[in-house]
């Protein structure tokens, strides 16, 4: 059987994949969400170009499928689209990266990001992940867990919260407020879960939060 041209592959795909994605169902919203533009994609779709491999990972990243299921001949033909497809890829970072995490994220890279985790969750375009380090939040949160955490959500008391409190990296602890001070501020607290480790107070050191949990992962150690 003759091989079909990768153009061609592709092009099928991407197709398929508007036709079934919920929310990218048109060629602008692939153009704003990938940041191919929209003529690239339109020679795309006709199969008139060879996309680029950084093209072809962009896309896929879109869609939440890997650039090998994109380029995948089964991909646009078949009706059972792999469990990837709808769902957001979020880059997993580390606590400096967190730190900063409100100035770099617009310049952020595929490449920066030393792995990635899918959720079919509805979040913002800045949402990251984190691996948890430490035993401060033991017993509910261990060391090689998975958080994912978005900074449009504002975390009400008890939630699981990424903040920064003066020093380069994050931490991950439990909000709590603790009411104002004189000036009419609002004091917070970081709480660990394990109480061998201290709590940290906005009116003892400034605090900022980055983004509130949405999601715990643990995995089974090999």
Avoid at 68 to 90: D, E, F, K
Avoid at 108 to 135: H, M, V
Avoid at 140 to 160: M, T
Avoid at 180 to 188: K, S
């Amino acid at each position: 059987m003759k091989k079909q041209p990768a153009s061609e592959v592709l092009a099928a795909n991407v197709k398929s994949l508007l036709d079934t994605h919920g929310t990218i169902n048109t060629q602008a919203k692939l153009a704003q969400k990938s940041g191919v533009g929209q003529s690239s994609i339109s020679r795309i779709l006709r199969a008139d170009t060879q996309a680029t491999a950084e093209t072809i990972e962009a896309i896929a990243r879109a869609f939440g499928v890997t650039a090998a299921q994109l380029m995948s001949p089964s991909l646009g033909t078949t009706n059972v689209l792999p469990a990837a497809v709808g769902s957001r890829q979020i880059p997993l970072i580390s606590y400096v990266q967190a730190g900063a995490w409100t100035e770099i994220v617009d310049t952020y890279q595929p490449g920066d990001a030393s792995d990635w985790l899918l959720t079919d969750l509805e979040l913002s375009d800045n949402a990251f992940a984190l691996e948890i380090k430490g035993e401060s939040m033991l017993p509910d949160f261990r060391e090689g867990d998975r958080v994912i955490i978005d900074p449009s959500i504002a975390p009400n008391p008890g939630d699981f919260v990424v903040a920064k409190n003066g020093d380069h990296e994050a931490t991950f602890k439990k909000y709590r407020p603790r009411g104002v001070n004189e000036r009419g501020e609002q004091v917070i607290e970081l709480v660990p879960l394990n109480p061998d480790f201290p709590s940290l107070r906005s009116d003892i050191c400034p605090i900022n939060i980055i983004g509130t949990m949405v999601e715990h992962r643990r995995y089974r150690k090999k």
